[in-house]
């Protein structure tokens, strides 16, 4: 089976023409499925897209959202728009409803959006301000320490979905495939060759899902765990444990690639 992975693509910087090529792109390079690791697009339009993406490329497409995908809008009412999009479109999967995805009988599929969840690094001195405060109506209008509860509780929610799923895909397969959109881990997160400082780490990883990985990897060490997340826009891999691989792509706004080709068992 051949995965096409993609992340960070910002569809909504595209015009229609540059939309429709990468759409060919992915289809030149003939995957069984193509994986795509959030920030598609905003809240009004990320469905818009996902619809292009699956009437253009004609294989199932699963995904996670990012925090862009819930720009100008609410995290639980875009959730709500990809539970009934799934529904009426059949090659579309949203990972973080779907719990564990088969695709060869020794590999499986789980996944989640994740979050920056304010945990790695200095929070209380950074000067990082994000989009994400002002223009995700559940992060808007929040001092900083209400802020940093609130994060806490999206990385908390992506956390406790993958300790319940995770081990149920270790079970039933040799190789488990995690998708999401943020870096687990400091060292994945990569931005111009370098790893988040202690000033970005808060907003750009997520240390609730990397604790519950250690965890479960660290128990199952007769399996394997490969990890792709972006977010960062930078490209790098962290060996964090012999059988758990992360794998970060990068992003170039207006110029979405496809990061990686798997051939899988």
Not at 7 to 14: E, G, K, M, P, V
Not at 112 to 129: K, L
Not at 192 to 216: H, Q, R, S, Y
């Amino acid at each position: 089976m051949r995965l096409a992975w993609v992340t960070d693509i910002h569809l909504n910087f595209l015009d229609a023409a540059q939309v429709q090529a990468f759409c060919a792109a992915l289809r030149e390079r003939q995957p069984d499925a193509v994986l795509v690791g959030g920030d598609i697009a905003e809240a009004d339009t990320v469905e818009w897209y996902l619809k292009i993406l699956a009437a253009d490329v004609q294989r199932p497409i699963y995904f996670v959202l990012g925090n862009h995908d819930f720009y100008q809008g609410s995290i639980p009412a875009v959730r709500k728009v990809m539970d009934g999009l799934c529904r009426a479109e059949s090659r579309l999967t949203y990972l973080a409803q779907a719990g564990c995805i088969a695709l060869t009988p020794t590999t499986g599929l789980v996944g989640h959006d994740g979050w920056g969840d304010g945990q790695w690094g200095d929070y209380a001195n950074s000067t990082v301000r994000l989009n994400d405060h002002r223009l995700i109506r559940e992060l808007s209008g929040l001092d900083r320490g209400e802020l940093r509860t609130r994060l806490k509780r999206l990385g908390d929610e992506a956390a406790e979905y993958l300790r319940s799923v995770l081990p149920l895909a270790l079970d039933a397969h040799e190789r488990v495939i995690l998708l999401t959109h943020v870096p687990p881990f400091v060292e994945a997160c990569w931005h111009e060759g370098k790893t988040a400082d202690d000033n970005w780490a808060p907003f750009f990883t997520c240390k609730a899902v990397g604790d519950v990985l250690l965890d479960v990897m660290g128990k199952r060490v007769d399996r394997q765990l490969t990890v792709l997340c972006g977010h960062s826009h930078g490209a790098g891999t962290a060996q964090v444990l012999p059988n758990l691989t992360v794998l970060t792509g990068r992003a170039e706004y207006g110029a979405p690639e496809i990061q990686r080709l798997f051939d899988i068992p």
